[in-house]
C-alpha cells in the first residue's frame, strides 16, 4: 500500500509542475505586454486634433511572437490615421493590427467625426398658366456618410396634381413614391408635381393626310395646330368636337384654356369641309375672234372637261387651248385628260378666275399657229445681165423672205420658187414682167403663197425702178437706194441687200 501511495504521490508532483510550467510566463518564456492607446479627436473649429482619453489593455505572449490588437474608432467617429509608440509614421490600415511582443506599446489614434451630409428633397409643380415651374416646399435630413437613408415622398395637395418624375441630382430616375440609398455625399432630390394633362386628337372626316395628337395642362392653353388635312373639291372651314360635355366649334390655330381636371381627358375634333365651288364654267375665247365666245357645260370638281376643236382657216391652224392669253403654248387640246378641279387649282394659283355668288368662271383662249408672211417686191434686171445669165435662182430668192409669228425668220429651204426658168430669161427683152410663183411653210406645213414679179429692164433705160427700189445710174451699176428704203432702214433687209450687191458683180 505504501508503494502505491508514493506512486500516486509522484504522479500529482509531476502534474502539478507541468502545470506551473505551462502557466508561469517567467518559467515557460511569456511576457505580459500592456498596450496604451491614446485617442485624439479633430476639432473642426480650430482645425487640429485634442487628446479625448486612453485605455491600457494587457496582452500576454511568448517572446517575439505577434499578436492582434483591434482598434476601434468612438462612436460617431472614424479612424483617420494612427501611429505607434514615439514615431511619426502614419497608418492607414485596418482596424486590426499586429505586434510583436516585446515590450509595451504605445498607439496614437487620431479620429474625425463621421460627416453628415444634406439630403434635400424639393417638390415642384408645372404652372401652366405661366408656362414655367414653380417651387411648392422643400424638405432636408443630414444623415451620416455611409448610412442608408429611406425617404417616402408626400403626396401631391391637390387631386388633379400628379407624380411626373424624380430627379436624383439633376438625373432622371423615374416615377415611384419613396427612395432609398447610400449617403455617400450632399444629395438634391426633385419631386415635379404635373396638373391633369389633356388630349386632343384630329380627324380628317373624309379627308386625306395625318396631324399629330396635341396636349395641355389644366389651367394652361392649347394653341390647335394648323390643319394639315385635304379633300379635293372642299375647302377646310374649321374643327367641330365636344369638351366638358358641350359641342364645340374651333377655327384652324385657335386658342382655348384647357378646364378639366381629370387626367387623360380626351377631345376628338372632326374637320368641317364646305364645297370650294357649286358649279364651273370654261368660256372658250377665240383669239382670231372668227368664233362667237362659247361657254361649257357646268362642272363638279371631278368632272372630265371636253375641250372643242376650232377648224384651220386661211390664218393658221388651230393648236389648242390655254387658259393664258399671253402664254401661246396650248395645254390643253380634245386629247387631254384633265378634271375641273385641276383647271380650278391652275386658276386659283395664276388668278383667272372670275366668281358668280358661289360659282365659277374660268376663260381659256385659243391657241393657232399663223399662216407664215411673205415679204417681196418686184425685181428689176437689166436686159444685159438677162442675156450674160447673171440670174439665176439664188439670186431672184435674195429678194424674198418669209416671216412666222412662231418660227421667226424661216430658212431659205422653206422656201420654194415656182416657174423659174433661166431658158426663158435670157430670151427675155427690156420691158418684158415675167411672173413665179413662191410658197413658204412653217414648222406645221401652213403654207403662204405669193407672186413675184421680174421686169426685164432695157439697157438704154437709166431707172431700174421706181424711188425706193434698187436702180442703176451707170455701166458699172452702182446701187442707187434711197435712204428710206426698207432695204436700208431694217437690219434683215440690209443684209439681204449685201449678198444680192455681191452676186452682182
Not at 463621421?114 to 404652372?127: C, H, K, M, R
Not at 432630390?189 to 391633369?196: E, H
Not at 371636253?306 to 399671253?326: I, Q, R
Request: proline share 4%.
Amino acid at each position: 500500500m505504501k508503494r502505491l501511495y508514493w506512486g500516486v504521490g509522484l504522479i500529482l508532483v509531476m502534474l502539478i509542475c507541468l502545470w506551473q510550467w505551462k502557466t508561469e510566463p517567467q518559467a515557460a518564456g511569456r511576457l505580459s505586454s500592456g498596450v496604451t492607446i491614446y485617442y485624439y479627436k479633430l476639432d473642426e473649429v480650430r482645425g487640429h486634433y485634442q487628446i479625448d482619453r486612453s485605455e491600457t489593455i494587457h496582452y500576454e505572449a511568448r517572446l517575439y511572437a505577434p499578436f492582434s490588437v483591434h482598434l476601434e474608432p468612438t462612436q460617431g467617429y472614424i479612424i483617420e490615421y494612427f501611429t505607434m509608440n514615439a514615431g511619426t509614421h502614419r497608418y492607414f490600415m485596418t482596424q486590426d493590427i499586429i505586434l510583436t511582443m516585446q515590450h509595451s506599446e504605445v498607439i496614437r489614434i487620431y479620429e474625425r467625426p463621421i460627416p453628415s451630409y444634406a439630403q434635400t428633397t424639393t417638390y415642384e409643380y408645372y404652372d401652366a398658366a405661366r408656362k414655367r415651374w414653380q417651387n411648392y416646399s422643400t424638405h432636408t435630413d443630414y444623415i451620416r456618410e455611409g448610412e442608408r437613408y429611406s425617404y417616402t415622398f408626400e403626396k401631391p395637395p391637390y387631386s388633379y396634381w400628379h407624380v411626373g418624375d424624380v430627379q436624383k441630382n439633376g438625373s432622371y430616375s423615374g416615377n415611384f413614391s419613396n427612395i432609398s440609398y447610400t449617403v455617400t455625399g450632399a444629395t438634391n432630390i426633385k419631386v415635379r408635381w404635373y396638373p391633369s394633362v389633356t388630349y386632343v386628337y384630329f380627324h380628317p372626316e373624309g379627308g386625306t393626310g395625318t396631324m399629330q395628337s396635341q396636349s395641355g395642362y389644366y389651367g394652361g392653353n392649347i394653341t390647335l395646330n394648323a390643319n394639315r388635312f385635304v379633300k379635293p373639291g372642299f375647302r377646310f372651314v374649321g374643327w367641330k368636337g365636344k369638351m366638358s360635355g358641350s359641342e364645340k366649334t374651333f377655327f384652324n390655330g385657335e386658342t382655348f384654356r384647357v378646364q378639366s381636371r381629370v387626367n387623360g381627358e380626351r377631345i376628338d375634333l372632326y374637320a368641317q369641309w364646305e364645297p370650294i365651288f357649286e358649279k364651273m364654267f370654261l368660256k372658250y375665247m377665240d383669239t382670231m375672234k372668227l368664233e362667237n365666245d362659247a361657254v361649257s357645260d357646268s362642272l363638279q370638281w371631278e368632272n372630265q372637261c371636253m375641250f372643242p376643236v376650232l377648224d384651220a382657216n386661211e390664218k393658221g391652224t388651230f393648236l389648242g387651248w390655254s387658259p393664258s392669253v399671253k402664254d401661246g403654248k396650248p395645254l390643253y387640246t380634245e386629247k387631254s385628260i384633265v378634271k375641273a378641279g385641276e383647271l380650278y387649282e391652275w386658276g386659283e394659283k395664276n388668278k383667272t378666275l372670275f366668281w358668280e355668288g358661289k360659282n365659277v368662271m374660268m376663260p381659256l383662249y385659243s391657241v393657232w399657229d399663223r399662216i407664215p408672211k411673205l415679204v417681196m417686191s418686184t425685181v428689176y434686171v437689166p436686159e444685159t445681165w438677162a442675156k450674160e445669165g447673171k440670174i439665176s435662182l439664188e439670186f431672184i430668192k435674195q429678194f424674198i423672205k418669209s416671216v412666222d409669228e412662231e418660227d421667226g425668220i424661216l430658212p431659205e429651204k422653206n422656201i420654194r420658187v415656182e416657174g423659174f426658168d433661166p431658158e426663158r430669161i435670157k430670151e427675155a427683152h427690156g420691158g418684158e414682167e415675167i411672173r413665179l410663183v413662191v410658197k413658204a411653210y412653217d414648222k406645221l406645213k401652213n403654207c403662204v403663197e405669193g407672186e413675184l414679179k421680174v421686169c426685164i429692164v432695157a439697157t438704154n433705160e437709166k431707172s431700174l425702178g421706181r424711188r425706193g427700189r434698187v436702180r442703176f445710174i451707170d455701166a458699172s451699176h452702182i446701187d442707187t437706194l434711197s435712204e428710206n428704203s426698207v432695204w436700208r432702214v431694217d437690219d434683215k433687209f440690209a443684209s439681204l441687200l449685201q449678198n444680192v450687191l455681191d452676186l452682182r458683180k
